[in-house]
């Protein structure tokens, strides 16, 4: 089955303690993208990458960090958390393959991750 | 900055009613898709319209574009209460990869 996976699904950690997100997709697919979700704030791109060891920032990278050595896996590492880093997770692949119809970017997203820094 | 901005914010209506939500965006673009997200997970795409398209339709969803108010909407008919969700539009744009999501319209569909 075809499918972007996250863990873990939900996580409470303390300042100052790094963790690190998983994500994988299965997909074969060239482009990646963190996203974090905030009420009021919609969905907002934290980092992306086109390729592997291709990565660029988004519109909020401060305080994360991520890296692509294999195709299929993109995580998401925070050094040094702050609660202003409580936030849902998203991490998201698509192909970058042009068809016949042009390009169409859209992308799979796996199914979040809860995170809480106290 | 999102470039997407949805309207309504939030929409509440009868099951067996039609669904419209609006979604403007700022520039030239590729396509537009929209996405559907459940309470707490992820989003999952709906359908996706190109800038050469003005209407599409997937079941009971149909999807409209306007480049040239550079404006879409997305017409859910004969709504359910299955079909309660957040609704986001997404623009494509350049060779990026990168999708330029809306603050999304919450729809309450009521048995």
């Known amino acids: 089955e075809a499918q972007v996976t996250q863990n873990p699904r939900y996580l409470i950690t303390v300042t100052g303690k790094k963790l690190t997100v998983t994500c994988s997709q299965n997909?074969?697919?060239?482009?990646m993208s963190w996203y974090r979700q905030d009420p009021g704030l919609g969905l907002r791109q934290i980092y992306y990458?086109?390729?592997?060891?291709?990565?660029d920032k988004g519109d909020v990278p401060e305080g994360y960090k991520v890296s692509r050595k294999e195709k299929r896996n993109f995580p998401l590492i925070l050094e040094s958390p702050s609660p202003n880093q409580t936030s849902l997770y998203f991490c998201?692949?698509?192909?970058?393959?042009?068809?016949?119809?042009?390009?169409?970017?859209?992308?799979?997203f796996g199914p979040g991750t809860r995170l809480t820094v106290l | 900055s999102q470039q997407g901005e949805e309207d309504p914010q939030a929409l509440s209506i009868q099951e067996g009613e039609n669904a419209t939500m609006n979604c403007s965006y700022k520039?030239?673009?590729?396509?537009l898709q929209w996405y559907r997200q459940n309470s707490g997970r992820g989003l999952v795409h709906l359908i996706l319209?190109?800038?050469?398209?003005r209407e599409k339709h997937s079941g009971r969803l149909r999807v409209t574009l306007d480049t040239s108010k550079k404006s879409s909407s997305l017409l859910i008919t004969a709504s359910r209460a299955a079909d309660t969700a957040s609704y986001f539009c997404?623009?494509?744009?350049?060779?990026?990869?990168?999708?330029?999501f809306g603050q999304g319209t919450t729809l309450q569909v009521k048995p």
């Open positions: 990458s086109m390729n592997v060891e291709v990565t």
């Open positions: 319209i190109r800038s050469n398209e």
């Open positions: 997404a623009t494509s744009k350049g060779n990026t990869g990168k999708l330029i």
């Open positions: 997909m074969n697919h060239e482009y």
């Open positions: 998201a692949s698509s192909s970058q393959l042009v068809g016949s119809s042009g390009r169409s970017d859209t992308q799979y």
């Open positions: 520039t030239s673009i590729n396509n």
